[in-house]
């Protein structure tokens, strides 16, 4: 069975990464780590190590929000939220990467 390749992001993708599934809820720094494992397919994985100066720089920024819960296994972590200014940021960057990757495709396809 072959195995998969793990990915690196790309400066910057983490935290757009990281805006985008808070668009969909609350998450602790867990959740978003297996979510990102899960939902690329394995491809990508993120360490604690750069997540969560990541969440910081977000918080810092006034793009997160941070509060105390109990997460799934009932123990206390630290949950992230998405701010108005994160859903604003989250749109940008969005648009950004539509721009940034069809620069992309363009060049690859016709270079």
């Given at each position: 069975m072959a195995r998969k390749q793990?990915?690196?992001l790309l400066q910057g993708t983490l935290e757009l990464l990281v805006l985008r599934l808070l668009q969909s809820?609350?998450?602790n720094g867990?959740?978003?780590m297996q979510r990102i494992r899960l939902v690329?397919?394995?491809?990508?994985?993120?360490?604690?190590g750069a997540l969560y100066p990541a969440l910081h720089r977000l918080e810092e920024r006034g793009l997160v929000a941070a509060g105390w819960g109990a997460s799934d296994n009932n123990r206390r972590?630290?949950?992230?939220s998405l701010?108005?200014?994160?859903?604003?940021q989250l749109q940008?960057?969005?648009q950004t990467w539509a721009r940034f990757t069809g620069a992309v495709?363009?060049?690859l396809r016709d270079a």
């Amino acid at each position: 069975m072959a195995r998969k390749q793990k990915a690196d992001l790309l400066q910057g993708t983490l935290e757009l990464l990281v805006l985008r599934l808070l668009q969909s809820g609350a998450l602790n720094g867990w959740d978003i780590m297996q979510r990102i494992r899960l939902v690329s397919g394995d491809v990508l994985s993120v360490t604690p190590g750069a997540l969560y100066p990541a969440l910081h720089r977000l918080e810092e920024r006034g793009l997160v929000a941070a509060g105390w819960g109990a997460s799934d296994n009932n123990r206390r972590a630290k949950f992230y939220s998405l701010t108005a200014a994160g859903r604003k940021q989250l749109q940008a960057e969005r648009q950004t990467w539509a721009r940034f990757t069809g620069a992309v495709e363009a060049l690859l396809r016709d270079a």
